[in-house]
């Protein structure tokens, strides 16, 4: 029999030590899966971006216009830049009493009526001989007797509604001094408002040295509607004036299609001329037409011109959808499935005049697990100077992942 060799004190068998090794290893691993299983379940998954969805945008047709084939025309709808359009010449014409426009806001920036009537002029021997004068030189005239008392804006109000040369001339002697002067105010008020190409001589229109071009005359068809004395003037067909009596638009187009002012203008060197606004509701929205046409052979046919211009630009205007509720504008594809579209939250349109270029610039954000409905960005479309943003939203929930998932994929959850 062998004899049975004595382990020395303290020593250890090799297969515990190795039994203890893979219980440690063991217990380090469900240590460890313990942490991690926690951790893989409960830690929140990194959001993803989306890729957004190509816009084609409308393309609305472009207008022909109604031009007559005399003179220089120029028209354009107020807040549509792309509406502006001119024909004929770009010469300086004589503009005729068109220039009574220019006079009444040449005295009004000097004398602002303040909120009320201004201030009261009595006419003197002087001005009541301006009716003879303007009489003898077959120019539109209205009583004014010496002593006659009228306000500010009453004699406005004949000037602009009787296109009276009388009047005018007599205003601006009032404003000014003399004529002299008022040329020099109207000069220096001409070149703040950026009208270069207008010239006056004298504030009734009964010299053909008073010229302006077409698109000159389209600002100052801005700049009388801006003005709240003188717009409202413009569009009064009758009123009554003491001393005076019953004054009547020399307008003829009046009320008529829409139109609302604003001045004529009539003169062998000029031929007939208007320069005219007319107030529309499109699409619910109100809009402005303004313009001028000048050279015209008499007022009843430049008026028909004027009608059929108006036509066609209003015929110009289109409503555009821009989007629908639920058009997409971008995808989510999470890595665990899941996916959803951005889309746009409202119905969004535009009210355009003409082929207008329309841009949209898509903005979207990264999400993960989220509900439907929540607001995941926007949408900008541009049409010239006007932008219109919609909300972007979720068109439905991105669940969570599952657990197998986050445990089988700790890259995108740790």
């Avoid at 070149?191 to 207008?198: A, C, I, K, Q, Y």
């Avoid at 071009?213 to 067909?237: F, K, M, N, Q």
Wanted: hydrophobic residues 45%.
């Amino acid at each position: 029999m062998t004899p049975r060799t004595a382990s020395r004190p303290g020593s250890r068998r090799p297969g515990t030590r190795r039994r203890r090794i893979g219980v440690a290893a063991v217990l380090a691993v469900v240590l460890a899966a313990g942490a991690y299983v926690p951790l893989a379940l409960l830690s929140p998954v990194a959001p993803a971006a989306a890729s957004a969805e190509q816009y084609t945008a409308p393309t609305p047709a472009a207008p022909e216009l109604t031009f007559p084939d005399y003179g220089a025309t120029a028209v354009q709808a107020l807040g549509f830049d792309d509406s502006l359009t001119t024909s004929g010449d770009d010469q300086p014409r004589a503009i005729a009493s068109i220039s009574k426009v220019i006079s009444a806001l040449v005295v009004l920036d000097s004398h602002p009526l303040d909120d009320g009537d201004g201030p009261t002029i009595t006419f003197d021997a002087d001005d009541a001989a301006l009716y003879d004068a303007y009489l003898a030189r077959d120019g539109k005239v209205a009583p004014m007797p010496a002593g006659l008392r009228l306000t500010e804006r009453q004699a406005l109000e004949v000037s602009l509604i009787e296109s009276a040369n009388n009047y005018a001339d007599a205003l601006a002697t009032w404003a000014f001094g003399s004529t002299d002067a008022y040329v020099a105010a109207a000069d220096e008020w001409l070149d703040e408002n950026g009208m270069t190409s207008t010239t006056v001589v004298e504030p009734t229109g009964m010299s053909p040295e008073n010229t302006s071009t077409a698109t000159d005359l389209l600002s100052l068809g801005r700049l009388a509607l801006a003005d709240p004395v003188v717009a409202e003037i413009v569009r009064t067909e009758t009123t009554t004036i003491p001393g005076v009596g019953e004054i009547e638009n020399s307008n003829e187009l009046l009320g008529l299609d829409g139109v609302s002012g604003i001045k004529t203008g009539t003169l062998d060197e000029a031929g007939a001329c208007l320069l005219f606004s007319a107030d529309y509701t499109i699409a619910g929205q109100d809009v402005t037409v303004v313009g001028v046409m000048l050279g015209g052979a008499d007022h009843d046919s430049l008026d028909v011109d004027v009608q059929a211009l108006l036509a066609s630009v209003t015929a110009g205007f289109q409503t555009v959808d821009l989007t629908r509720a639920g058009d997409s504008f971008g995808r989510y594809a999470l890595p665990w499935g899941a996916t959803a579209e951005a889309v746009a939250s409202d119905d969004a349109r535009v009210l355009v005049w003409g082929a207008e270029t329309i841009d949209a610039t898509v903005s979207l954000d990264d999400v993960g697990p989220d509900d439907a409905g929540r607001t995941v960005g926007s949408v900008a479309f541009t049409i010239d100077d006007q932008t219109v943003d919609v909300p972007l939203e979720l068109d439905r929930p991105i669940a969570e992942p599952g657990a197998w998932w986050r445990l089988t994929h700790p890259g995108e959850v740790l």
